[in-house]
């Protein structure tokens, strides 16, 4: 696509800040998530928290938060960590509104680019950004363990880390594909981040209210958080497929519909 690689180019840089910012944070946390963790494992916490766990917590994390492998691998869950990275992909998902209401889209419009360049530009943005993000935190989960880990503890499988991190990656792009969806329709910025934040925090509630309250548990199923079960795969099970068809799709879906009502409406 003409243009494409010009745009993306222009909107990295302008949150190039933002991106340097969120990994040196993921970086410093995952840290310190290790040597709470190594303190832990010698002086015997580990044992006492699992003593003193309620028997909701229990079954909710399979008891894998009271273990170093559970502690260490829980920033991947850590709604600290998910709140900064939805909300950096809401940013970039609102980016086309935004564009609107600053009157560069008029520039953009001067140019020989077709409105689907501006969508697929955002689609880049937000993969190229996610991945960036969420490796850094990788990264740092196989530096710190190696540089910091005891000598005795038992440490992740690497196998569990990766499908850990791409299923993270993949949550994440789901609700910037959404905020793009969402973003298509808005006439303001602001109304569009808004409204993206207060779905993310209600479908983060209604999942964990699914998990105690079975008769929420179907309505659950249509938060883009049940298809991230950290836990389940900390204590040994592989990358659902199915968690991953949902999440692609609702990116995907998104991401169409967001292309389609932009090409069309009034700019």
């Not at 340097?20 to 944070?25: A, T």
């Not at 290790?34 to 006492?48: D, S």
């Not at 983060?204 to 929420?216: E, H, S």
Request: aromatic fraction near 10%.
């Amino acid at each position: 696509m003409n243009g494409l690689l010009a745009l993306v180019g222009h909107s990295l840089r302008r949150r190039r800040g933002l991106l340097v910012g969120l990994s040196l944070m993921l970086v410093v946390f995952q840290c310190f998530m290790v040597l709470t963790a190594r303190n832990y494992e010698r002086t015997g916490g580990f044992r006492v928290m699992a003593a003193l766990m309620p028997q909701f917590m229990s079954q909710l994390t399979n008891m894998m938060a009271a273990t170093f492998t559970g502690f260490v691998l829980f920033g991947y869950s850590h709604p600290i960590v998910q709140l900064f990275l939805v909300a950096l992909t809401i940013s970039i998902g609102t980016e086309p509104v935004g564009e609107i209401e600053t009157k560069f889209v008029d520039l953009l419009m001067a140019r020989p680019v077709r409105r689907t360049t501006v969508v697929a530009r955002t689609v880049v943005v937000l993969v190229t950004s996610t991945v960036i993000a969420v490796g850094t935190l990788l990264a740092a989960t196989f530096v710190w363990l190696w540089l910091l880990a005891p000598p005795h503890a038992r440490l992740p499988e690497p196998r569990v880390v990766v499908s850990l991190a791409v299923n993270l990656a993949l949550l994440v792009v789901a609700w910037g594909g959404i905020a793009l969806g969402l973003a298509s329709f808005a006439k303001r910025r602001a109304t569009a981040a808004t409204a993206c934040g207060f779905l993310a925090f209600a479908t983060f509630v209604l999942d964990y209210a699914g998990k105690f309250w079975k008769a929420v548990e179907p309505a659950s199923r249509i938060s883009p958080f049940h298809y991230f079960d950290s836990f389940a795969m900390i204590g040994g099970r592989t990358l659902a497929i199915g968690d991953v068809a949902a999440l692609t799709a609702m990116f995907a879906v998104s991401a169409a519909i967001a292309g389609a009502v932009y090409a069309w409406r009034d700019l």
